[in-house]
């Protein structure tokens, strides 16, 4: 099967699916409510491929991105500081979607996870839009998508803070 032809089938088999649901066999990477409850974010990885999905809650999305994992941007936790963090990035055109979330690891009691998406293009903020306090799910850290990224070949360097090939 050629690169666009699992891209299409792998968005095909998620924009039937309402946002907040990753399709079956996927693991959810980044998803939550925002704007208390009225929009959804939803990221999932389903074998080299990731998803973005972003809309309504309960309908269809109003923007919906899918990826090969070696085109989506990935910054890990560098493992500096209390703070637990890491995001990814979609492009799409000259706007890009970067997802994040985090979690202060000596928060006293359980850690609450945070997170959210901006809205960039360049390196103008167009919207910053933050997850409805305590509906953050993940897959846990690290996330999934830091070893798909290597089974796909890429190589991540601290030092200059990039993947590479």
Same mark, same amino acid.
């Given at each position: 099967?050629?690169?666009?032809?699992?891209?299409?089938?792998?968005?095909?088999?998620?924009?039937?699916?309402?946002?907040?649901?990753?399709?079956?066999?996927?693991?959810?990477?980044?998803?939550?409510?925002?704007?208390?409850?009225?929009?959804?974010?939803q990221?999932?990885?389903?074998?080299?491929?990731?998803?973005?999905?972003?809309?309504?809650?309960?309908?269809?999305?109003?923007?919906?991105?899918?990826?090969?994992?070696?085109?989506?941007?990935?910054?890990?936790?560098?493992?500096?500081?209390?703070?637990?963090?890491?995001?990814?990035t979609?492009?799409?055109?000259?706007?890009?979607?970067?997802?994040?979330?985090?979690?202060?690891?000596?928060? #006293?009691?359980?850690?609450?996870?945070?997170?959210?998406v901006?809205?960039?293009?360049?390196?103008?903020?167009?919207?910053?839009?933050?997850?409805?306090?305590?509906?953050?799910?993940?897959?846990?850290?690290?996330?999934?998508?830091? #070893?798909?990224?290597?089974?796909?070949?890429?190589?991540?360097?601290?030092?200059?803070?990039?993947?590479?090939?």
């Amino acid at each position: 099967m050629t690169h666009f032809s699992k891209c299409a089938a792998f968005l095909c088999a998620t924009l039937a699916i309402p946002v907040y649901a990753c399709p079956e066999g996927a693991t959810p990477l980044v998803s939550c409510p925002l704007q208390d409850g009225a929009k959804v974010l939803q990221t999932c990885l389903l074998g080299d491929h990731v998803t973005y999905a972003f809309g309504k809650a309960g309908e269809t999305p109003d923007l919906h991105l899918a990826r090969p994992v070696t085109d989506v941007a990935m910054t890990p936790w560098p493992g500096i500081g209390r703070y637990i963090w890491e995001d990814f990035t979609f492009t799409n055109g000259a706007t890009s979607y970067r997802v994040f979330y985090g979690f202060d690891k000596m928060a #006293e009691g359980a850690a609450q996870l945070t997170g959210g998406v901006a809205v960039e293009q360049g390196d103008k903020v167009l919207a910053e839009l933050y997850c409805d306090a305590g509906q953050v799910i993940t897959s846990g850290y690290p996330l999934p998508l830091f #070893e798909a990224k290597e089974a796909a070949g890429q190589i991540y360097s601290l030092e200059t803070q990039s993947w590479s090939e």
